[in-house]
């Protein structure tokens, strides 16, 4: 199995302009999770899917940001309009709904910066 | 308001010496904890877990002790070995399957 799969890898975007981040899951998984992570507060879940349904976004920081699942093998995360504080890197993971925890298998991570 | 907290962003140790990472929660209805690791340019791998009944896990080299008393957790690595460096994220379980992560400490294993 290719593991879970995020594109870009790297994006540098300027203050205002709309960015989009993707990510295939490894197929059976019936969990997504978006996570930020920066150095101040680590890894923040964003928001998180089961079934492609959205379960929990409190995480989301403001309405700028969206996310959607619009079939078990590909979601988006989606940033308008982007600002530098949204500088950071971003991991999609999947997971199956039988054990907990140790099953979230994290994408390599798209590493943002907000000129 | 950080529920898991990692105070130490850094930790420098010697080959073949125990590291020793530590991790603290606030949240008591947290009931599983687990650390993942993760190298530059990847993302987390899943290290090692622990019940909230249990107070030790052991794995190979790696063990996690759990305090709930204390609401501290810690990871020990012995013997450490070069390829260790990296960084070590401690979490816990919210809920089926929300984790929380700490904000990670940057482990370096000196030869």
């Known amino acids: 199995d290719a593991g879970v799969i995020q594109s870009p890898r790297h994006e540098v975007t300027e203050m205002g302009q709309e960015v989009t981040l993707r990510c295939k899951p490894i197929?059976?998984?019936?969990?997504l999770f978006w996570y930020r992570q920066t150095m101040m507060r680590g890894l923040e879940l964003l928001i998180y899917?089961?079934?492609?349904?959205?379960?929990?976004d409190s995480g989301m920081p403001e309405d700028r940001f969206s996310a959607k699942m619009p079939n078990a093998s590909f979601s988006t995360l989606k940033i308008q309009p982007s600002e530098p504080r949204d500088s950071a890197v971003y991991f999609c993971?999947?997971?199956?709904?039988?054990?907990?925890?140790?099953?979230?298998?994290f994408g390599p991570g798209t590493r943002l910066l907000v000129l | 308001d950080q529920q898991v907290k990692q105070n130490s962003p850094s930790l420098s140790v010697q080959e073949g010496r125990i590291s020793i990472l530590n991790c603290d929660y606030t949240?008591?209805?947290?009931?599983?904890f687990l650390w993942y690791k993760k190298y530059p340019a990847e993302g987390p791998t899943f290290l090692i877990s622990?019940?909230?009944?249990?107070d030790k896990n052991e794995d190979g080299r790696f063990t996690v002790f759990l305090n709930k008393s204390a609401k501290h957790l810690s990871l020990h690595i012995v013997p450490s070995q070069p390829g260790d460096s990296a960084v070590y994220f401690c979490?816990?379980?919210?809920?089926?399957?929300?984790?929380?992560f700490g904000q990670g400490t940057r482990l370096t294993i000196n030869p």
């Open positions: 899917f089961n079934n492609n349904v959205p379960i929990d």
């Open positions: 622990i019940s909230s009944i249990k």
């Open positions: 993971a999947s997971s199956h709904a039988t054990r907990i925890g140790e099953t979230q298998y």
């Open positions: 979490a816990a379980i919210q809920g089926a399957q929300k984790l929380v």
């Open positions: 197929s059976g998984h019936d969990y």
């Open positions: 949240n008591s209805m947290f009931d599983y």
